[in-house]
């Protein structure tokens, strides 16, 4: 088909370079010229911008005793020095971070007068004085950035398009236009189901129904557990205190930063800033604290009645009847801190006295505000004299500043988390904030057996905002029982007669408690106006490279055991097809059709012109062909043992499979060796091994050619995703390879150097992920659509996806380990809105043929001071999106523009801090509480395989590693960014947890520096997709005997990636503790037993991110150079 269609968004014209990454709103980028689109917007901060630096003088530091020198203000004139110098010894601007240390006398220049680093060596003439290409603003003067980079400010979209939007291109199988226009008719009956998983139907059936109900309720077993009672919110005496509570009587109406009286001294530092401003434009905020505290003094403005969170006076508060609260399965402490109050049973969405009036909500909000004193997120810590920053359990999500009642209902940020918990109120204030506003999702999250069951609804009317087509959620307001208003748009809508029955009390006239106004994240069984098509069934088509190489790597044997071992488990009903194919120079096709004795195998030769020789017996129904699948795939692996062909023709086979699976859509699985070098698609070698520890910039990060995107635009629109298994021992061009699955909705498996007899840990790894993928929920022809509050603006979009229209992510498969982020802006001030909200709703088809939409809906405060928004910082969640922003951005410019862009992150939100938060100026590096890790946290990314330089990495390992900081859910890419380090040759049971009657150690978190190891130890190493556990030379021979089975350090085996089971409390704690560690993650991490000697012992001491290496610099030096910036 053709992709004109896409060009828009994804950017396939003719001749043009594929951005390797989110797709821009396609709306945003088209200002029209001349006309403004509100008097408060400006261009929107981002730190992936370039700054602008001044004209370019010899000398690397400014010569002279290094002194601090005052903050520059902006207002003064002349250029800005906003660029900073690199360390000595590092010849080029964009590695800041690259060459020695920054002594704290920098190194004499010739040159008198200090002068800012040389600009980058580019083949291109460099730019005139104060436009660096590596700067980090636009000058005023310069033209706007093209539309690639972040900085491009949006206009407003104007009020978020329906679900029923029809797609562009292809047929969708999402709600039609007519459907959306007018609510159904509550013509057939509802029912209400706590189901544990989404593909249960539900039945009206239960005791004490009655027959005559429109709707059944229906809660097998016991409630799930609605919330743990030691959330990370709670005061818990082993971590510190966090400031008093809030005293005395409540404050002006005034919204709020994060609480002052739970942990946040845990919380974690934000990252950088996503809206790129212009230097100099605007007021900026001054040193002095006193306008913000003058600022908060005043009463904000209380906004139009029955905007806020109101509550109708119709019904007495007499309706609170909460469940008990259940215990929480322990989980790892990363996902428990990460995990709010997540209730699955219904809430009581109680009613205040009074009308709906402004002074609701606020009250509440303004208990909370800050008091005399500063909460403990906004204390000032000089991170050059603390040094034992890092918490000795994992950093828990901050807690939005919202009244108690609205909280505990708010939605999970394990599914849906934003940057900043306090949405600032204008543009202005967010550029002056200097960090990125942005939301992390991880929409299909398997609830099952996360926190709680996801509560499924029944019904023929799914109510909606006529207006945005918002879902209601716990967050609009009930003017009274006939009316609520959107909180959203703030439309007025009727509620419909068939929700006024609450089917969780059976009782009718209270629709504030229905399960859809009490849960955040809620499912619907939609009904078939939803439907453009009956659902498709699940189709699955495996493509395998049967090539010489891949014959050789042993993958065949374990793929098609894997494949009979799980046969039974893939997700599906009667409908469920399948089919195979095989490729090397040829195209091999297997006829399966019911009847045959064996399995034909039909070959094509011609790749140029491919075609299908029998079209109808190639995708087979499973049930009736179960017995000739079986025969294939015991015979495939013998079929080709002796084979000599060394070619493949991977293009011709994925065109081959597009053809066989676009009548109905489905899953298409691909498993590749090599380089293609056959037919079309095929590439040439572009890496060049003399490079892969240059400290110049990386090439060939980009693909090669548009074959591959422009298939897996044509899969998308034909509801097919594509996931790519690349088990290799050579370079096989993975940033060429990856469009066909990132475009495509799909996900990327890499195993470097994948051998079934050289690399067991490898193929452990892929049988146990192959296990996940063959057996894991799937969702089918999904589209997502996520919506915010009037007056702000989604402009980019991070993950694996098409862009179907400005706000419509195609996703032809959803799985449950697919994360998503975006980017956003402040179109409009939000002077007279409290809170604000975003809605995410996820509409698919599962594999039961059901067609089911996953709403998740979250709730923020809005504030108007600097103070508060830093005090609300998520920096882990600014982390994740700053990741996702630097691979765009190594992509489309360069891998040094990216680590420059990151650096400056840092830079600019301490010193927004320090020039606009702090009121009382401190010598050293000072950060807030809540950012005090954002440092640690940046250098950890530039020493990530994705951005590190001058260490020999892979291009293919460095591209991999991009990928998974794009799609991995934030819990699972932070362990990647900032792996944890555990001492467990001493693991015992106090303070551990209980989990299925296993005792599972809790030992302590420890920074990632050799200083912290020692020879008498052994030290687990977790960072996601590996684990090492080092053995000291000097280990005690206990542990050793215990634990592996040896007697002393020389009889450690040198490849040893399995723990013995010995039958002794120590092996049993080890092995219970790094299995409770696997279990936490939807993947298969391999473990690798180390000595000194190793060979993994480098990769190992890579990831000591607080160490100096020879090409990188220590924490301690970082925050040198830090400071030295910030103090210009």
């Not at 080029?92 to 800012?116: E, F, K, V």
């Amino acid at each position: 088909m053709s992709t004109a269609g896409f060009n828009s968004q994804n950017g396939t014209g003719t001749g043009q370079a594929y951005a390797n990454g989110p797709s821009q709103n396609p709306v945003a980028l088209q200002q029209l010229p001349g006309v403004s689109y509100g008097m408060t917007h400006q261009p929107a901060y981002n730190p992936m911008q370039p700054k602008a630096t001044t004209s370019p003088a010899p000398g690397l530091y400014p010569s002279g005793p290094y002194q601090p020198v005052p903050p520059v203000s902006s207002h003064q004139p002349g250029p800005q020095l906003s660029s900073y110098p690199s360390s000595p010894g590092q010849p080029l601007l964009s590695r800041p971070l690259m060459g020695g240390p920054p002594p704290h006398t920098p190194p004499q220049s010739s040159s008198p007068s200090p002068g800012p680093r040389l600009p980058p060596a580019q083949a291109t003439p460099p730019p005139p004085p104060g436009v660096s290409t590596t700067s980090y603003y636009p000058n005023p003067q310069q033209p706007m950035a093209p539309a690639w980079q972040y900085n491009t400010a949006t206009p407003p979209m104007g009020p978020a398009t329906s679900m029923s939007t029809h797609p562009r291109g292809p047929v969708a199988n999402h709600m039609n236009q007519a459907a959306s226009l007018a609510a159904p008719s509550p013509s057939s009956s509802a029912a209400y189901s706590s189901a544990p998983t989404p593909h249960s139907t539900t039945q009206l059936s239960g005791p004490g129904i009655t027959p005559t109900s429109m709707h059944g309720y229906h809660q097998p077993g016991t409630a799930p557990p609605p919330m743990n009672l030691m959330a990370p919110q709670t005061y818990q005496p082993s971590r510190p205190a966090y400031g008093p509570p809030p005293t005395g009587p409540p404050p002006t109406m005034k919204p709020t930063p994060p609480p002052t009286g739970p942990p946040m001294a845990n919380a974690t530092p934000p990252p950088p800033k996503t809206d790129g401003a212009v230097a100099g434009n605007g007021p900026q905020a001054s040193n002095s604290y006193n306008h913000v505290d003058n600022k908060m003094a005043g009463l904000t403005q209380p906004g139009p009645p029955g905007r806020h969170l109101g509550h109708y006076p119709s019904l007495p508060p007499g309706y609170q009847n909460t469940s008990a609260p259940h215990t929480t399965p322990p989980m790892h402490p990363a996902m428990q801190a990460a995990t709010q109050p997540y209730t699955q049973a219904p809430q009581p969405y109680q009613q205040l006295p009074g009308g709906p009036g402004p002074a609701q909500l606020s009250p509440s909000l303004a208990a909370m505000s800050l008091q005399s004193s500063t909460p403990e997120s906004l204390r000032a810590v000089n991170l050059l004299q603390e040094r034992n920053l890092l918490p000795p359990t994992p950093v828990p999500a901050p807690t939005p500043c919202l009244p108690q009642d609205l909280q505990k209902i708010n939605c999970n940020p394990e599914v849906f988390r934003c940057t900043l918990t306090s949405i600032p109120q204008t543009q202005s204030l967010l550029n002056k904030a200097k960090m990125p506003l942005g939301l992390l999702l991880h929409p299909f999250k398997d609830l099952s057996v996360a926190i709680e069951q996801l509560p499924v609804v029944t019904s023929s009317t799914i109510v909606r905002c006529r207006s945005c087509r918002t879902y209601i959620n716990p967050f609009v307001s009930f003017l009274d029982q006939r009316r609520w208003k959107c909180n959203l748009c703030y439309r007025v809508n009727d509620v419909p007669e068939e929700f006024m029955y609450n089917p969780v009390s059976r009782s009718y006239g209270e629709p504030h408690k229905r399960p859809e106004v009490q849960n955040a994240t809620i499912e619907f069984i939609a009904p078939s106006e939803y439907m453009l098509r009956p659902p498709q069934p699940a189709v699955y088509l495996f493509v395998l490279d049967v090539s010489h190489n891949a014959v050789e790597t042993g993958y065949l044997n374990v793929f098609c055991q894997s494949l009979l071992d799980n046969i039974n488990a893939l997700p599906g009903d009667s409908r469920t097809k399948i089919g195979f194919i095989t490729f090397d120079s040829t195209i091999h096709f297997y006829n399966l059709q019911e009847g045959l004795s064996q399995p034909q195998m039909l070959i094509v030769s011609d790749i140029e012109d491919i075609f299908l020789p029998t079209p109808d017996s190639l995708l087979v129904n499973l049930n009736e062909c179960k017995e000739l699948v079986q025969d294939l795939l015991k015979s495939l692996p013998n079929l080709f043992q002796k084979t000599m062909e060394t070619q493949s023709a991977l293009g011709s086979a994925l065109q081959a499979a597009f053809k066989l699976l676009s009548p109905t859509g489905g899953r298409m699985s691909v498993f590749q060796t090599q380089l293609p070098n056959l037919g079309v698609g095929a590439l040439q070698s572009r890496e060049d091994p003399n490079q892969r520890a240059s400290a110049k910039d990386i090439q060939h990060l980009s693909p090669a050619t548009d074959f591959y995107k422009k298939l897996a635009l044509d899969c998308s629109g034909q509801q097919v995703a594509v996931d790519l298994f690349l088990l290799s021992s050579q370079y096989c061009d993975l940033a060429s390879l990856g469009c066909i699955s990132r475009f495509s909705a799909g996900s990327v498996y890499y195993y470097p150097s994948y051998h079934h007899q050289h690399n067991p840990a490898q193929v452990e790894r892929f049988q146990k992920d192959l296990k996940r993928y063959i057996t894991r929920k799937i969702g089918f022809e999904a589209v997502m659509r996520i919506r915010c509050t009037k007056g702000m603006s989604i402009h980019t979009f991070h993950g694996n996806f098409f862009v179907r229209s400005t706000d419509l992510l195609s996703l032809p498969n959803v799985n449950p380990d697919a994360g998503f982020a975006v980017q956003m802006s402040i179109e409009e001030n939000l002077d007279d809105m409290q809170v604000v909200s975003f809605q995410a709703a996820l509409l698919y088809t599962s594999s039961k043929g059901e067609r089911r939409i996953r709403v998740h809906t979250l709730c923020l405060p809005v504030v108007n001071s600097l103070s508060d928004i830093f005090a609300g910082a998520d920096v882990q969640a600014i982390t994740g999106l700053l990741a996702c922003m630097a691979v765009d951005r190594s992509v489309t410019a360069s891998l040094g523009d990216a680590r420059d862009a990151m650096t400056n992150a840092a830079i600019d939100s301490l010193t927004s801090y320090r020039q606009s938060v702090l009121t009382i100026q401190q010598p050293g590096l000072l950060a807030p509480a809540c950012l005090r890790l954002f440092p640690l946290y940046v250098l950890a990314l530039l020493k990530q395989r994705a951005f590190r330089t001058g260490t020999s990495t892979r291009l293919d390992d460095r591209v991999s590693a991009m990928y998974q900081l794009k799609y991995q859910p934030l819990i699972y890419s932070m362990l990647m960014i900032h792996p944890a380090l555990y001492r467990v040759d001493d693991l015992s049971d106090e303070g551990a947890l209980n989990v299925n009657e296993r005792t599972i150690p809790q030992p302590k978190v420890l920074q990632l520096s050799v200083e912290k190891l020692s020879r008498e130890g052994a030290f687990l190493m977790d960072a996601g997709i590996v684990m090492y556990l080092w053995i000291g030379r000097n280990c005690h021979p206990n542990f050793l005997m215990q634990v592996l089975g040896v007697p002393n350090y020389a009889a450690v085996p040198e490849n040893l990636y399995l723990l013995p089971e010995l039958d002794t409390a120590e092996s049993q704690r080890t092995i219970a503790f790094i299995g409770w560690l696997r279990d936490q993650r939807p993947f298969f991490p391999s473990l690798h037993v180390i000595r000194d000697e190793s060979q993994l012992k480098p990769h190992f001491m890579q990831n000591m991110i607080e160490d100096r290496t020879e090409s990188a610099l220590s924490y301690y030096e970082f925050l040198l150079h830090l400071q030295q910036q910030i103090s210009k």
